[in-house]
């Protein structure tokens, strides 16, 4: 199963407003734990986080996918749905709108 990442702030009226969208194949799932062993449980690690509080996953996320590229293309799927080099796109998208929205929190739908 897939899991889509909702970057959220309070819009007026009480209506929350996404900011940042993001989709992560479940093909991913062994990427996000090799990326951060210590924090990851589930295949998202930063939901229910506040953008400022992400921050610091998503870092940790980013070197450790960019200085250890080669193992973590050994991870990409035989099926062809999401790849190393996408993973890290998408994690520095993410890192990207947690700067942007410091107060933001990340909601997951499964």
Request: charged fraction near 25%; proline fraction near 3%.
């Amino acid at each position: 199963m897939s899991v889509d990442l909702h970057l959220v702030i309070d819009g007026d009226e009480g209506e929350d407003e996404w900011v940042h969208e993001v989709n992560f194949t479940y093909n991913y799932g062994a990427m996000w734990a090799k990326a951060c062993p210590k924090r990851c449980k589930k295949t998202v690690h930063i939901d229910g986080l506040t953008g400022k509080d992400s921050q610091v996953w998503l870092e940790k996320a980013i070197c450790s996918v960019f200085w250890n590229f080669d193992e973590f293309e050994a991870l990409n799927p035989t099926n062809g749905w999401g790849n190393a080099e996408d993973f890290l796109m998408k994690l520095v998208r993410c890192l990207a709108a947690a700067r942007r929205h410091p107060d933001a929190v990340w909601t997951a739908y499964r």
